[in-house]
């Protein structure tokens, strides 16, 4: 039991390296990206603190260099996925127990080893793996990463200090327990700091945890791992298991402790695991808390007083900073016709300057797609676009996989709202644009309102006060995170809690103490100092 009142450090926003020619940072990281392109490496399954090696392997490559192995992973068998949750039940015991400034102590420690001794390794994986420019790996691995850490603390410091009032006569309490079972944590390819903090965030606050990496990105969660495990976090807390998702996730749902799962990832998958809690609901000890950040079909709608080169630069940023695999990505745009000609012009001219290749030379901004899956499906888009009378591609338009899974940043311009490109999920770097009268402002917003299932970002562009006010309560449901003359991506820890509704998932919020709440079940305590000994009540003389 602790010994007094702790203040955790006060968090602040891990610092942006800038990676500049000539830096430190940059020769580090281009040093450690090379040793780790030419090692391969093994990663077993991890459960219980001890490396699990089944050998049913598969391999991983450089998204922008497919030939490349390396390294293997390993899958594991459903007798490995039971065991990962009987061993983290076993030390739940012990977890669940420690008291909250040691668990704040081993995750503040773990973002500290990332900005100092592993910032350059988990950047550099981020690089190798995923096809993450330098900068966008600084953004996401280092930074995000620190920043959920030391944030979630101070989070949860916060949680606790949320206290009932009292009286005289009575003491009331409210202790923020864990949940009772363990929670299952799925996460993506495309954030390095989300794969960590799913399984962190609800580890923080008492729970153990299964955790199933993506596939695409179990390069660089091994590298999460060697970290949480220098950082001390005791042997069951966090297990990772990979192989066939269908397969672990109906081991794990068909357990009756299964308590809880934090997810990011595609809208169906999350949709079916929910329809299968449900239809298992009846064996589970306790509800399961069901979080989920999902797909996303983010817009910018920019008025006809907007800055046209400043929707231009939202547009190349937001779309194709990592080839547009974020689920915030910009990818349907609404253009006020009479700034249009300038935004096209200033676009192009970005698209065009735009160097693409792999992320080792530092000065391309563009480099490959996740995986073949993902760079036939855009190219079927895309050719798509090429035949119908609807769409006009402006920019772009190649693509190229005979090294790596490269699709060139493509602009297609349309005039149906509804045109394919404008509603479905595409998940690379791929915008369409509609360009509206003047005129049709409020209709407009309708539109963006309405075209697509999904609703976790979008942005307005204008210099009129009025009319963004007009942007704000249309689109009021349209996006979780809204921005106003900004770019729809980029949210950061602390500042602006991330999170969408409709198809895009339960809003619960990360980067913020309302996904902390997720994973505590509160008890209160209430402990009365002198307790009646009569049953009488006035009234009744």
Not at 96 to 102: D, F, G, L
Not at 176 to 187: D, H, M, Q
Not at 308 to 334: H, L, N
Request: with cysteine; aromatic share 12%; proline share 5%.
């Amino acid at each position: 039991m602790g010994k007094g009142f702790f203040k955790v450090p006060v968090a602040v926003n891990e610092p942006v390296k800038d990676y500049a020619p000539g830096s430190l940072e940059r020769a580090e990281v281009a040093k450690t990206y090379k040793k780790m392109y030419d090692k391969t490496i093994d990663v077993p399954l991890f459960i219980n603190g001890k490396d699990v090696k089944t050998g049913d392997t598969a391999t991983m490559s450089c998204p922008h260099d497919h030939k490349h192995i390396l390294g293997t992973y390993h899958n594991a068998e459903k007798k490995h996925v039971e065991k990962a949750i009987s061993t983290a039940l076993e030390a739940r015991t012990k977890w669940a127990e420690m008291p909250w400034e040691q668990r704040a102590g081993i995750f503040l420690r773990a973002a500290e080893l990332i900005a100092g001794p592993y910032r350059a390794k988990i950047n550099a994986a981020t690089m190798l793996a995923q096809s993450k420019t330098i900068y966008q790996a600084e953004i996401d691995a280092a930074c995000e990463l620190i920043d959920f850490l030391r944030f979630n603390v101070q989070f949860m410091t916060e949680i606790y200090h949320e206290q009932p009032a009292s009286t005289s006569g009575a003491w009331n309490r409210l202790e923020y327990r864990p949940l009772e079972g363990f929670v299952y944590a799925i996460t993506p390819f495309n954030f390095t700091a989300i794969a960590a903090n799913l399984p962190a965030s609800a580890a923080l606050m008492g729970n153990v945890v299964v955790w199933k990496p993506s596939d695409s990105q179990v390069f660089s969660a091994k590298v999460i791992l060697d970290i949480f495990k220098e950082a001390g976090v005791p042997d069951g807390v966090i297990n990772m298991v990979m192989g066939d998702p269908v397969m672990i996730t109906d081991t794990i749902l068909a357990s009756p402790d299964f308590s809880g799962i934090h997810f990011t990832g595609s809208t169906n998958v999350f949709k079916d695991i929910w329809q299968k809690i449900g239809t298992n609901i009846h064996n589970y000890k306790t509800y399961p808390r069901i979080v989920g950040e999902t797909g996303g079909k983010d817009f910018i709608v920019a008025h006809k007083t907007a800055n046209p080169q400043q929707v231009a630069t939202a547009i190349a940023r937001g779309a194709f900073e990592f080839q547009g695999q974020k689920c915030s990505a910009a990818s349907r745009c609404y253009i006020s016709e009479s700034i249009w000609e300038k935004v096209e012009k200033y676009l192009i001219a970005d698209v065009n300057s735009f160097k693409m290749g792999s992320p080792e030379d530092m000065g391309n901004f563009i480099t490959a797609v996740i995986h073949e899956g993902s760079f036939d499906k855009l190219a079927s888009y895309i050719d798509q676009a090429k035949k119908d009378k609807k769409a006009n591609i402006i920019v772009g338009g190649n693509y190229d996989k005979s090294e790596g899974y490269f699709i060139e940043p493509t602009v297609i311009v349309t005039k149906d709202p509804n045109y394919t490109t404008m509603s479905t999920e595409l998940f690379g770097p791929v915008v369409t644009i509609y360009v509206f009268e003047d005129k049709k402002w409020e209709e407009t917003l309708e539109l963006v309102d309405n075209t697509s299932e999904y609703a976790l970002t979008g942005a307005v562009f204008s210099e009129d006060r009025y009319e963004l006010e007009v942007a704000i309560k249309a689109l009021k449901n349209a996006a979780g995170n809204f921005y106003v003359n900004d770019k729809p991506t980029g949210a950061v820890v602390g500042q602006q809690p991330f999170g969408g509704a409709r198809a895009s998932g339960t809003n619960d919020k990360a980067g913020s103490k309302l996904n902390l709440l997720r994973w505590i079940s509160p008890r209160m305590i209430k402990e009365t100092f002198v307790t009646p000994t009569d049953y009488k009540y006035p009234f009744l003389g």
